[in-house]
């Protein structure tokens, strides 16, 4: 080979690269020849080639019908070439972090794809924080017109558990002063997500700012309860607003235990909540403490409202958490209906009153725990003071978990809302000809629920996937003459989408059926079928 051949064949090569290169910059091209391109460029594998790639992630592709793989999909492809067969990616990938590939007015472009293949591929710890210190030098906080670039960093940082954090943390921290809400906010959320102690002044600082927004102020208000930094939590929720409080409460549940209530369900009145004997136990039983007080601050608040104190005494209730050396401030803050037993805050739903009384049933239904639930439920359905829609939920929910109440039946039975009533075995029923609203719709929703995504592709499976018992409930629903309007049309609309056939029912659907539904059999068919009307105006 001579040595013009040879200078033929680089200019070939360097030619080769550079339309591998403009065709990965343009956004139009087809997808077949992007993806030649990129495995052209992933061939080269050299520094230019990679520059090449890593501008794939500099915008999103026009997607079009006969495009075969979406942006996320194509960007993923390019990464997973970066990563397994490209070799000299750190130095181009450090130039791509820091340049200006973007279009005329936004030349800062994304770099969230650029991060992550930078966590992948530094050999070590400190290089990929050097590079990093490198890219945040880069974007200072201050006013920009786009902080795209400030707001994917600190998204990366914050999951970068692999860095120092006390390093990470301090470059962070000149972020809570930026121009922009949502860079301060994500800087925020990434120094709370380290947790590192050189962050607990500067972010009181910001919680006990009035000036600072609420959103702000409650991702840090449940960050520090999250981190367990509870001085300056308690300094600050007296005088904090109602949508913070309720954050809080939120927060605080998510690190207190639920009680065993199984245990006591058998032991009856000889159950004894037991008491830490290991310094393990002990130490966790403080740290219960210590959220429990966190919760009487709350209740205390200039701003709770009657649902966060609720769900505040809810909580207590459902944790079994010890009221000793809170007795006084539990008891002078707990609503009526509720009380110190045995140590602990226990519910008596014969006394409470609304709003109490809903809160309490909708947080046992969603226990889902005979157990917890069951008794409770039946003596908030006894309640006087207990709304009807609330009994309508109530019975609505027994029905549907089939739970056997045998020991609860003689308390409950004459409490149920028409339409529902006792069945041998202790399960409550519903019994569609005697109920009225708003049980009928209360009833229809709970049995169309699983239903309101779209049918499957195969008729013969969407006519399939409901029971005869459940179509035949639908029915008796909608041939009520009680049963509202809007409800017989989420029913019919259900039966035209599913397919489901209304044998035995088409007469008494006859006089119900909204204008443009119509009942027909299907050619070569005996079972009736709904069908919507298309109208042309």
């Known amino acids: 080979m001579g040595i013009f051949d040879l200078f033929k064949k680089e200019g070939r ?26 495995e052209t460029l992933a061939a080269a594998n050299n520094e230019e080639a990679v520059y ?14 006969r495009s075969r793989s979406t942006d996320e999909e194509d960007k993923r492809y390019v990464y ?22 973007g279009p005329v007015g936004a030349p ?70 930026d121009s922009d809400e949502g860079v301060r906010f994500d800087a925020a959320e990434a120094l709370l997500k380290h947790g590192h102690a050189s962050v607990r002044k500067p972010l009181a600082t910001l919680l006990s700012d009035e000036d600072e927004s609420l959103q702000q102020r409650s991702l840090i208000l449940a960050g520090f309860i999250a981190n367990g930094w509870f001085d300056e939590v308690e300094d600050n929720l007296s005088g904090m607003p109602a949508p913070a409080l309720k954050a809080a409460v939120e927060e605080i549940e998510k690190h207190l ?86 140590g602990r805050v226990e519910r008596l739903p014969e006394g409470m009153q609304e709003p109490f009384l809903t809160n309490a049933a909708k947080r046992l239904m969603a226990s889902d725990s005979y157990d917890e639930a069951a008794e409770p439920l039946v003596k908030i359905l006894r309640n006087n003071h207990t709304q009807p829609d609330t009994k309508g939920l109530i019975a609505e929910f027994l029905a549907a978990k089939e739970w056997s109440l045998e020991e609860f039946q003689k308390q409950a039975k004459k409490y149920l809302p028409p339409g529902y009533c006792f069945n041998r075995s202790g399960l409550v029923e519903r019994c569609y000809s005697e109920m009225r609203e ?16 779209e049918p499957p592709d195969d008729p013969k499976e969407a006519e399939s996937c409901i029971t005869d018992d459940t179509r035949e409930a639908l029915l008796e629903i909608a041939c009520n003459p009680s049963t ?32 443009h539904y119509r009942i027909s059999a299907p050619r070569g068919s005996k079972d009736s079928k709904i069908f919507k009307v298309s109208t042309m105006i």
């Open 13 to 38: 090569k360097t030619r080769s690269i550079n339309k591998a290169v403009s065709t990965v910059c343009n956004k139009k091209a087809s997808d077949d020849e992007r993806y030649i391109a990129y």
């Open 52 to 65: 090449g790639l890593l501008m794939r992630f500099t915008y999103v592709k026009d997607i079009g019908q």
């Open 80 to 101: 997973d070439l970066l990563r397994g067969r490209c070799d000299c990616v750190l130095a181009p990938l450090r130039e791509f972090l820091l340049a200006k590939e």
């Open 108 to 177: 800062k472009h994304t770099i969230s794809w650029g991060l992550r293949l930078l966590h992948q591929i530094a050999p070590d710890d400190e290089t990929e924080w050097k590079i990093l210190k490198e890219v945040l030098d880069d974007n200072e906080p201050g006013y920009e017109r786009d902080p795209v670039r400030k707001l994917e960093l600190l998204t990366f940082l914050s999951s970068a558990k692999n860095l120092d954090s006390k390093v990470v943390c301090e470059a962070i921290i000149p972020y809570l002063e």
């Open 257 to 342: 235990p639920i009680r065993d209530f199984s245990a006591e369900k058998e032991e009856g009145k000889a159950y004894t909540p037991p008491k830490p004997e290991t310094d393990e136990e002990k130490k966790e039983q403080e740290i219960y403490q210590n959220f429990r007080n966190l919760l009487i601050k709350v209740a205390e608040a200039d701003d709770v409202d009657d649902l966060i104190l609720s769900n505040v005494v809810e909580i207590l209730v459902r944790s079994g958490v010890t009221a000793q050396g809170a007795r006084g401030r539990l008891e002078k803050n707990l609503p009526k209906g509720y009380k110190v037993r045995k």
């Open 438 to 453: 708003p049980y009928l719709t209360q009833a229809a929703d709970n049995i169309l629920d699983p239903y309101l995504s």
């Open 484 to 515: 509202d309007e809007r409800t017989i049309e989420r029913i019919m609309d259900r039966f035209s989408a599913f397919g489901w056939t209304v044998r035995d029912y088409e007469k008494k659907l006859q006089r119900v059926i909204p204008d």
